[in-house]
């Protein structure tokens, strides 16, 4: 078999594919070129997070890219089934992988008017569409519960995709899991809940 039977034909070498913008190559397309502007990426960027930012009750208001979170401490989930409060099987994961939230709380630091109020901090996780959960202090720090609360990039040994939101968060204790995974995961705020006056 000679080399050049073996090439893929003219127009789509290797590195032709479909860039983020969704522009098909030229030689592929059937009609005449868009103009960009009417080029809809797959999934709207708006939908896709790649960065979290930590803000609210902190010292520092920090951002963590994927590089940024692939160089702190990797947690790995096992297997685990994601289910909707109906019951319904959203997927059945072999494996999870990212960071502890709390280990990103602890980078940015809680910032308290008194040194008790972390009794009373909670922290919303929200997602490009604007998807939220909360998860409380005592949750992440004092019940099994924080050590399953994850800050995931990748499943079953894959990079989460565009489709999946790229960042996103995990709470493998939850009995239903699909409910606190937020797709595209774009803020962690710390909060301080009211004390009722005595
Ligand atoms: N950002 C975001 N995350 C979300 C939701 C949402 O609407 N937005 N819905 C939740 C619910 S109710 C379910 S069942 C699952 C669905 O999982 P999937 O979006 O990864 O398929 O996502 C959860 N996470
Ligand atoms: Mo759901």
């Known amino acids: 078999m000679s080399l050049d039977s073996m090439r893929a034909p003219a127009g789509a070498s290797p590195d032709t594919r479909l860039t983020a913008s969704g522009a098909p190559p030229a030689s592929v397309s059937p ?32 951002s963590f890219d994927l590089c940024a979170l692939m160089r702190l401490p990797t947690q790995l989930t096992g ?6 409060l109906s019951g319904r099987m959203v ?10 939230l709390s280990a990103l709380l602890d980078i940015a630091q809680l910032r308290l008017p008194h040194a008790r109020d972390f009794t009373r901090a909670f922290v919303l996780a929200q997602g490009a569409d604007g998807y939220t959960v909360m998860f409380s202090w005592h949750e992440l720090y004092n019940t099994p519960v ?45 909060h301080l809940a009211d004390s009722p006056p005595r």
């Open 79 to 84: 297997p685990l089934d994601v289910v909707c």
């Open 146 to 190: 924080g050590i399953g609360a994850l800050v995931v990039y990748e499943r079953d040994g894959q990079p989460l995709d565009d489709d999946e939101g790229g960042i996103g968060l995990i709470s493998t204790g939850d009995f239903r899991v699909a409910l606190r995974q937020v797709r595209a995961l774009k803020r962690l705020s710390v």
């Open 31 to 62: 009609r005449p070129p868009l103009p960009l502007a009417h080029v809809e990426p797959a999934v709207p960027d708006a939908l896709v997070s790649r960065e979290v930012v930590v803000s609210g009750c902190v010292k520092r208001r920090y």
């Open 91 to 100: 997927r059945s994961a072999s494996e999870y992988k990212g960071v502890r």
